[in-house]
């Protein structure tokens, strides 16, 4: 087996991170390139690390804005950020697409497929979490999720193309069938997804069909909890579902997807007919408490980490993000978002700087800086809960909008969604109605 | 079997499109929303026609911008409008999202997959073309070509991996193969294609890999003929080959491709060992021919129609596009641009909202409009001929920006694609590098 670390195969490169001692240089791998990996690889460009980041897709990807690309409001292209182009001018950081299969502790290397195992001094996991059907697997295919591009656009076509195949049906039933789409799960996403589909067909799909009044489609929104948004203050998540109804979603709580077939779900005690239904009910960290050979925490599937971040008792591995488990502030762990994914990976990456300029001290332990928390609910209207503040409706929708807009990663990419989003507000079109897939793939 | 104007099923629709004599409104079918089918749905848009255009996609594609797409610098939904939004307020019109399988010329009907057959009074078939492999259908996989969005994202995907795997790769001579892309045929598509591979990986790639030197990825632009761009003047086309050699694109003349395998190609007497293989060596019309049940002509497969684009003695058939065989100035057959499809369609739509209106006398025979042709060669080169005057080099490219710009169909489209190239121009950066393919379907 070829170990390396893929800088060792061209001669020169690397050269100018060896170490001023003259000694190897220290070799951190980050697999991930998500919101912690990118923080950890850009506090380490320009140190004497080899830097290795490692994803199996080739861009950063924007999750927030996902929703928006399913539902048709923005491109692809304009949430994702090339990760090569991020880091072209840190001589120090190679990007590899490659996807992690395995981790060998004895020997400090990972198992990939694509490429040659790559070995390691410091090993930052940031490989977030992947949707969790909750122990029904079979479902993923009916009711898929939205995690990837790949994701959100194959939604968009099924989306876009349930109205197009409604347009041609002659059955009523069946028209009303198309037309109903099951949302499960009102935690952010199926909020953000339900309201945006909402808003889809009562106003920018209205008078484009002939036959169908896309303005009767029926958005349900359920939940197996007894309030959207349950993550928020008691007063915003009532504002939030108040906010849903006026959208014209039927929201259905205290009502778990028990069962699921080609013709619709059952939810609670209520069979809905349906043939699109999308799943944002849970998440759950990829599997890197199997690839550590460590004991996976709770529901979550997370790893427990020190103050540090490093895996308890091998201080050369560090878990970031959605795959960790840390008490924050008053015991409870920490959020699932993409702020303390960010937070730790910059953490991490500066602890690790630091050491590599000797310092001798111990670290100080990672401290959750809690900037707050927005939801979104259609394009005018939000909640935001910054503790000392709790805004609702336009402004929360314009605090939303400035923040997204300010956290997307490149200039390009601020550009277009502006543009995007400026057209939008004012017509309440949607450029991004199209459907990419090849006509072969269209779904029977 | 139901046969219906799919309008027929509501009651009311279509009522204000009744003929002011009472009589059944004239049932206009148009097949295929490109240049020709958009240009003559919109000529009879607001007429007393009821008007179905049927497309197997849901949206309206600028073709000449596809190019950009595969090569990365543009998202697919910046040269796609949703065919619905364009008709959105023009209540005599429908659109359907579903395939023309047949044509009933007894019954005057067609057959569609995805949709209940539709009676027409007057039908006009505007379905283009497709590519050819020359009789090796089997190469299509091994070389795909690109014309339809799902055909361009798929190219993009098989280039940027080519990239990556290169860069995880260990094995010299698989190196060079990865990095070795084959563009077949010369003509515009493949003189774009291989210009915008060019600059992607000697531009804007060029710094991003530490292992790979994408500047030295070859392109090989293969033809059978003589010349680059041969449906341009000589002059022109020298220099347009000279342009694409100073891009560094090996071009190779006379060098028909006669074999392919998963290695490579052998064009001409040389064997060329490439991951990618792309194809721009020929289209024929869609089987136009074998649905109307005519004899169709040469090569192209196309079906000869009289001066005013109709059916040799069938007066209620239109073809209009690549689709048609019609003599232009000169004897030649009109060439297969989307100014004669567009100029074409929009003939046909106000020939028949003329006689619907009443107009006794025969229509004057279509005649085309040459504006004349320009090609683009790179990011800082095109040519022009406009008949009266030829344009090389910078200003032809200025032109040809102007252009294309002007002729996208949207507003947003246009603003979004402009901050685009702006971004490319000053940077040569391009922000659609983005593989979307689900990871699983990555090529092996």
């Not at 697997?137 to 898929?144: E, G, L, M, V």
């Not at 591995?317 to 795959?323: S, T, W």
Request: with cysteine; glycine share 12%.
């Amino acid at each position: 087996m070829q170990i390396a670390s893929a800088h060792d195969r061209t001669a020169g490169a690397g050269a100018q991170t060896a170490s001023p001692d003259g000694t190897a240089p220290h070799r951190v791998v980050i697999v991930g390139a998500g919101f912690g990996g990118l923080a950890a690889a850009r506090a380490l460009a320009g140190t004497t690390a080899r830097v290795t980041l490692i994803d199996r897709t080739n861009h950063n990807l924007f999750q927030p804005l996902l929703y928006q690309v399913a539902t048709a409001a923005l491109g692809a292209e304009d949430i994702a950020l090339p990760v090569r182009s991020a880091f072209r001018g840190a001589a120090n950081v190679e990007v590899l697409m490659a996807e992690l299969v395995g981790i060998d502790r004895a020997r400090r290397l990972v198992r990939l497929q694509g490429a040659a195992p790559v070995g390691y001094d410091s090993l930052i996991l940031a490989t977030g979490s992947v949707s969790s059907w909750f122990g029904h697997d079979d479902w993923s295919a009916r009711a898929p999720s939205l995690k990837s591009l790949a994701d959100a656009l194959s939604l968009r076509d099924r989306l876009l193309d349930a109205f197009e195949r409604a347009e041609a049906c002659t059955d009523a039933a069946e028209v009303r069938r198309l037309l109903t789409f099951v949302v499960v799960g009102a935690g952010p996403t199926g909020v953000e997804l339900a309201s945006s589909i909402a808003e889809l067909a009562h106003k920018t799909l209205a008078r484009d069909f002939r036959h169908i009044r896309p303005s009767e489609a029926r958005i349900v929104l359920c939940d197996a909890g007894d309030a959207v948004l349950a993550a928020f203050p008691k007063r915003l998540s009532a504002y939030a579902g108040g906010r849903l109804r006026a959208l014209g979603i039927e929201l259905r709580l205290g009502a778990g997807v028990e069962r699921m077939d080609e013709g619709g779900v059952v939810a609670g005690a209520e069979r809905i007919e349906a043939a699109c239904v999308f799943w944002a009910a849970g998440t759950e960290a990829t599997p890197v408490a199997r690839w550590l050979g460590v004991a996976a925490a709770g529901h979550g599937r997370q790893v427990e980490v020190s103050r540090d971040c490093s895996l308890p008792g091998d201080p050369a591995i560090f878990v970031v993000g959605d795959a960790m488990r840390l008490a924050g502030p008053g015991g409870r762990p920490l959020p699932g978002l993409g702020s303390v994914a960010k937070q730790q990976g910059a953490y991490v990456g500066h602890l690790i700087a630091g050491r590599l300029r000797g310092r001798a001290a111990p670290p100080a332990p990672f401290r959750y800086r809690d900037w707050g928390q927005l939801a979104i609910i259609g394009s005018n209207s939000a909640i935001a809960d910054f503790g000392f503040v709790r805004l609702t409706g336009r402004l929360a929708w314009l605090v939303w909008s400035a923040v997204h807009l300010m956290l997307l990663v490149s200039v390009r990419n601020r550009a277009v969604v502006y543009v995007n989003w400026v057209w939008a507000w004012l017509t309440y079109g949607r450029g991004a109605r199209i459907i990419t897939g090849a006509p072969a793939g269209r779904a029977p």
